[in-house]
T-cell receptor, first 111, second 110 residues
């Protein structure tokens, strides 16, 4: 079983839709959860970072962690064409432990 | 601040040729990483350096070597390139919680 599972998509939504992106993980030791956004032919950039369970909101983006289900989500409200990118979840157990990345979900927001 | 820089941006090699990918960061981070990204495989860790003077293998180290030249620079060397090493290579540096990635090097081995 992979440490992190993520549906690669692609996911196409109309502009203005609410987008839900998800990952599941297997190791309960993971406590730090991140979402990276990667535009085509660019390096990943950190979008959201959360520690332990709960929600974190930043503008149109909400990251949600459910440690009991080992499930993390990223919600994008009022999606824009500029949100079209690949979104990677990433997790680690703290300190400078290795970061494990999901495979990435490719999102296309259609005007 | 330039962040993480990588050279070259693109490279085409013939099987058996060698090359070094260069990476530098100006954020005074201790930890640096080399990943490769392939379709359907995601980001895979090749080597990392937790601090200046140390390097360790990641998930896919075979065929690669690294050098942590100083705190700023971390290079990746392919001694004898193989077509299986065709990929996009990303360097990253890290503070406690965030990894900062470079723009990537697109490498094709014919």
């Amino acid at each position: 079983q992979k440490e992190v599972e993520q549906d690669p998509g692609p996911l196409s939504v109309p502009e203005g839709a609410i987008v839900s992106l998800n990952c599941t993980y297997s190791n309960s030791a993971f406590q730090y959860f991140m979402w990276y956004r990667q535009y085509s032919r660019k390096g990943p950039e950190l979008l959201m970072y959360t520690y332990s369970s709960g929600n974190k909101e930043d503008g149109r983006f909400t990251a949600q962690v459910d440690k009991s289900s080992k499930y993390i989500s990223l919600f994008i409200r009022d999606s824009q064409p500029s949100d079209s990118a690949t979104y990677l979840c990433a997790i680690h157990s703290g300190g400078y432990q290795k970061v494990t990345f999901g495979i990435g979900t490719k999102l296309q927001v259609i005007p | 601040n330039a962040g993480v820089t990588q050279t070259p941006k693109f490279q085409v090699l013939k099987t058996g040729q060698s090359m070094t990918l260069q990476c530098a960061q100006d954020m005074n981070h201790n930890s640096m990483y080399w990943y490769r990204q392939d379709p359907g495989m995601g980001l895979r860790l090749i080597y990392y350096s937790a601090s200046e003077g140390t390097t360790d293998k990641g998930e896919v180290p075979n065929g690669y070597n690294v050098s942590r030249l100083n705190k700023r620079e971390f290079s990746l060397r392919l001694e004898s390139a193989a077509p299986s090493q065709t990929s996009v290579y990303f360097c990253a540096s890290r503070d406690y919680n965030e990894q900062f990635f470079g723009p990537g090097t697109r490498l094709t081995v014919l």
